[in-house]
């Protein structure tokens, strides 16, 4: 069991900066395979971003280059630093965790682009 919390959403302008936490607890959170979603309603959720165990990463076409996923397994946390936010970036973001046939979700952090 995993239970993941994430922080770090907010309002901000466009071309601004945010960075997503998602602080994991309960398990070997080195082990799993963390990944950053988002989902804007009326709309199927889509992966962001993605980082396996071994720390090998992978960002949608759509975020390349001005988001970035890392992890630190001393803090069970992985994070999602956001930069040049575009209004298209507007979403609920959710972190994930997964691993073989398990997968666990957070909450959710809004974040807002608008100017």
């Known amino acids: 069991q995993l239970q993941l919390v994430e922080s770090g959403g907010g309002l901000v302008q466009p071309g601004g900066s945010l960075r997503l936490s998602c602080a994991a607890s309960g398990s070997i959170f080195s082990t799993y395979t963390m990944d950053w979603f988002r989902q804007v309603p009326g709309k199927q959720r889509e992966l962001v971003a993605s980082i396996s165990s071994d720390g090998d990463t992978i960002h949608a076409d759509s975020v390349k280059g001005r988001f970035t996923i890392y992890r630190d397994n001393a803090k069970n946390t992985v994070y999602l630093q956001m930069n040049n936010l575009k209004p298209e970036d507007t979403a609920l973001y959710y972190c994930?965790?997964?691993?073989?046939?398990?997968?666990?979700w957070g909450q959710g952090t809004q974040v807002t682009v608008s100017s």
């Open positions: 994930r965790a997964h691993k073989l046939y398990y997968a666990y």
